[in-house]
Every structure is written in structure tokens, then in C-alpha cells.
């Protein structure tokens, strides 16, 4: 009860200082401000940092260097005649120091002083360094540009808030470096990313956001509708089926990184949009593809850390050594002392281990479903290491090969670390007629298990491309907001993306 009594006063606090805003934004007016568009600052308060940032007291006197820059007045502070803003711009603050004799004194009195958190500025003057080493301004010339109406969070209240973090993220990321920081490392992982696939000689490419058929994995898409072909569309839950006809086209290595969308839950490891990069390399298998992520991997460590040895959530994740390869089976017999293999042979047997297990599934589930369902209730988030898990089922593998020498399974991996699955790979399947075959199965179990989807049908111009040829092919899609969640060391989701999807206030 006392939280919500302080949180209504602080609501009340600034309705109250929103008012007073207001009245010195119409007296400004008045004055002729407009929200002027005439800044050509010289400098960005970065710049000004790292040029001079370590120069000494008696360096910046002899310097005595004329700048301009701009930014958010965060700080303020008064000191008898002398005015104190601290001014924030990307990801760096300077000092600014205002002596009140240097100004006109209406001026000082209507404009600076009446300067409030949140402002945005223009200043001109000389650089110095305080008693305390701080690099600052002192101010000769200073103009406001905007005129923030609504005050800044409160930093002990408003973004100790982990809610008003994601849905008000341009207040998160004026208030503190930790958020920006994390999303400069995502840019850079990214640019990372492409730099290294770049090196290997791939290709990017961009293909269709909106699919006539929704296809390349097994989830629930998000349906919109084309008035001018007056048709149903789809967002795509994958770009596969396209990316693989390129392949057949004749392009030989290619990825793209681009967004997903699939009509699902919302959690601290799921975002119904998220970013996927997805990789296919003709006349390769699975193995390749291991092979390929592994040295990703190590290349993004190197990047981000001197050590190949990071920190997740408390787990040391050491990538100084070969990624374990265990196949589903081993993993859940590893994992649960009170499961065994012979538990995992047979149907009978399995049904009784899941009853035991308290798991549901249909009456109809294959063997292979069953095991793959063991495997995600009871082993995937007690894989911490970076591990490869191999030996599929075919039957949740629709667009993968079968084993040659295990028909019952698929040429797949998926890569975990910490319990989130961050990556799923194969030797992709380039029979058509068991491509066909294998649409159709699915289609029917859609059919069964979910109703709203008794009108969808299966890519048929793809079975078309399949005809005419594609090269033994490996394929591979990488969760990059998982992945980057693991090399920034945040515990969900929502902390990677800008602006993740969330409940709607009632």
C-alpha cells in the first residue's frame, strides 16, 4: 500500500512540474523562442572528451581552445552567482560552468537560470579543468534549442522500474549508460557478425517479409491481408524456403539477418519479433555448419572479451575448448539420474516414463515426438556449456535429411548455452518428392492438433523449385537475440531488444 501512496505523489510531482513547464515554455514564446533549427555545433561532447579529456589544467590554458557543442542538460546546480548543468549527448556528459556576470542580467535571470532537466542546449566557450580534474566549459554563449515539457524520471523511482524500462525505453536510455551500452554492443556484434561471414566469402541477401504461403518452420504466423491483390498474407516465421531457392538459382553461400515473426508466447527468451540470421552453403552437410558456428563463436568472443572464457548468469562458458557434441538421447539420460535408455526405446515404455513424468501429449505422438518433448521439459535449460545436441527425430525435422545409416533420424543440431537454445541446424532435405510427402504429414497434423489452421497448405512453387535441383546443402538459423543476450551477460530477451512487444495496460 505504501508503494502505490508514493508512487501517486511522485505522479503528482510531475503533473505539478509539467504545469510549471508549460508557463515557461508560453512566456518564452512570447519572448520569440520557437524551437529554433540553427545549430551547427563544432564539436560533440565525445569528441571534446577524448581529444582533451586527458590534457592537464595548464595544457587547456595554453591550448585555450574555442568550442561549441550541444546536448541534454542533466544535471543542475546552483551555487550563488555561479550555475552548474551538466549536458549529455550519445553516450558521454561535460560540465558546463555559467558565471552570471558574463550575461545580461534579464537574460540570465528569464532564460539560464529558468533552464530545466531535460533541456536541450547549444553552448560556446573555452575548455578548462576544475580543482577536481573535471573537464568542463566555461560558458560564454548558450541558447536552448528544445524545451523538454515533461521532467526526467525520478533515477531513485522511475527506472528502478524494470516495466517502465522497456515500454518508455527512450527514458531508460536517457538516464543511464548501462542500457546504451548495451545496445552499442549489439550494434557491434552485428557489424561483427556480417564481418565475419563476409571474410567467408558469403553473401547477403534479403527475401520476402510477407509470404503467400507460411512455411520454413513449424510455428504459428501472424495474418495480415493484401487489398490490392486481395489476398491473404502471412509475416514469415522463417525466410528458409526462399533462401534455399537462391541456392538453387546458383548462388553458393548466403545469409541474411533479418526479423521473424511468429504469433506466439512472450517470455524472458521469446519476443514475438525477434531477429534471426539465417545461412545456407551448397555441397555441405551439418557437420559444416557445426563447424562454421564454432569459429563464429570464437570470433564474437574475441571481440567482445580478452579472454575466451565469458560470464553468464553466474556460469563461467568456456570457449577455449572444443564445443561437446552429445546426441538428444545422451543428453536426457545424462541430465536425469532417473531416466535410462531403455526407457527411450520403445512406445509403450515411453508413454509410461512420461506419466511418471507428469508431461502430456496427444494420443497420437510418435516416439520421436515423445523423446523430443522428454528433452525440452526435462534436459534443454540444464545444458549450461556450449553444447551441440544432435540425432533429431525426423518426425519434428520436416525439412532436414534423414541419416543414412538411422532412417528414424535427421542430419540436425540445435546449439545451447545456458538452457536457451541459440541456433538449429541441418543437411537440407533435396528430394522433392519426399520434401512433398513430408508438407503434406505436416499440414495434416496441423489440421488435427490446431483448427484455426485447417486453411493452410503448403508451398507448392517450392516443391517446384526442388525439381529442378538443389546441390546437397547445409542450412543454419542463429537466434541473435539470444545469442546476444549471452555475450552481454542480460537475463531476458526484453533487455536486447529496444523495444520489445509487451501486455497492453489496462
Do not use: W
Amino acid at each position: 500500500m505504501s508503494k502505490i501512496i508514493e508512487s501517486s505523489k511522485i505522479d503528482g510531482i510531475a503533473k505539478k512540474e509539467k504545469r510549471i513547464r508549460k508557463n515557461k515554455l508560453q512566456k518564452l514564446r512570447q519572448l520569440g523562442f520557437d524551437f529554433p533549427n540553427k545549430c551547427h555545433y563544432k564539436q560533440t561532447i565525445q569528441e571534446l572528451c577524448c581529444l582533451y579529456g586527458q590534457h592537464a589544467k595548464h595544457e587547456l590554458h595554453e591550448i585555450n581552445c574555442n568550442i561549441s557543442t550541444a546536448g541534454r542538460i542533466i544535471k543542475k546546480r546552483v551555487l550563488g552567482k555561479a550555475l552548474f548543468f551538466v549536458i549529455q549527448n550519445y553516450n558521454f556528459v561535460i560540465q558546463i560552468y555559467i558565471k552570471s556576470n558574463l550575461f545580461e542580467k534579464n537574460y540570465y535571470k528569464n532564460h539560464i537560470i529558468e533552464l530545466d532537466l531535460g533541456d536541450i542546449i547549444e553552448t560556446q566557450g573555452k575548455l578548462f579543468k576544475t580543482n577536481t580534474l573535471e573537464l568542463s566549459i566555461y560558458c560564454k554563449k548558450i541558447y536552448l534549442l528544445t524545451k523538454a515539457i515533461r521532467p526526467l524520471p525520478d533515477k531513485y523511482y522511475g527506472l528502478k522500474n524494470q516495466e517502465i524500462k522497456y515500454r518508455k525505453r527512450y527514458l531508460d536510455l536517457i538516464s543511464g549508460k548501462e542500457t546504451m551500452n548495451i545496445f552499442i554492443k549489439r550494434s557491434d556484434i552485428i557489424f561483427n557478425i556480417r564481418s565475419f561471414m563476409k571474410k567467408k566469402n558469403f553473401l547477403e541477401v534479403e527475401t520476402p517479409m510477407m509470404h503467400p504461403v507460411p512455411g520454413g518452420a513449424n510455428a504459428k504466423p501472424f495474418i495480415t491481408y493484401h487489398n490490392s491483390l486481395s489476398e491473404t498474407m502471412y509475416l514469415r516465421v522463417a525466410p528458409e524456403l526462399y533462401l534455399k531457392r537462391l541456392i538453387i538459382g546458383g548462388f553458393d553461400k548466403i545469409f541474411e539477418i533479418n526479423r521473424n515473426f511468429r504469433n506466439e508466447g512472450i517470455s524472458t527468451r521469446h519476443n514475438p519479433e525477434f531477429t534471426m540470421m539465417e545461412i545456407y552453403m551448397s555441397y555441405s552437410n551439418y557437420k559444416d555448419m557445426m563447424s562454421l558456428l564454432e569459429k563464429l563463436c570464437i570470433f564474437l568472443v574475441r571481440k567482445i572479451s580478452s579472454s575466451l572464457i565469458i560470464t553468464y548468469n553466474k556460469h563461467e562458458l568456456n570457449f577455449n575448448k572444443k564445443i561437446k557434441k552429445m546426441t538428444m538421447i545422451e543428453s536426457i539420460i545424462k541430465f536425469n539420474k532417473n531416466i535410462h535408455a531403455t526407457d527411450l526405446d520403445d512406445i509403450d515404455k515411453i508413454k509410461v516414463l512420461i506419466k511418471k513424468l507428469n508431461i502430456h501429449t496427444t494420443s497420437s505422438a510418435s516416439l520421436g515426438e515423445i523423446i523430443h518433448l522428454i528433452f525440452e521439459k526435462t534436459t534443454e535449460k540444464k545444458i549450461i556449456n556450449p553444447t551441440f545436441i544432435t540425432s533429431y527425430p525426423i518426425e519434428i525435422s520436416p525439412l532436414a535429411r534423414k541419416k543414412e545409416k538411422d532412417k528414424k533420424t535427421a542430419e540436425r543440431f540445435e546449439f545451447f548455452i545456458s538452457g536457451y537454445e541459440i541456433a538449429n541446424g541441418f543437411s537440407e532435405l533435396n528430394d522433392p518428392n519426399e520434401q512433398k510427402k513430408r508438407f503434406k504429414l505436416q499440414i495434416k497434423q496441423k489440421k488435427r492438433n490446431q483448427k484455426e489452421l485447417h486453411n493452410f497448405y503448403y508451398d507448392k512453387d517450392y516443391i517446384t523449385a526442388l525439381e529442378h535441383g538443389l546441390p546437397p546443402t547445409s542450412g543454419l538459423g542463429i537466434g541473435i537475440d539470444r545469442l546476444i543476450m549471452i555475450l552481454t551477460n542480460q537475463k531476458s530477451i526484453k533487455d536486447v531488444i529496444l523495444f520489445p512487444i509487451l501486455k497492453k495496460i489496462l
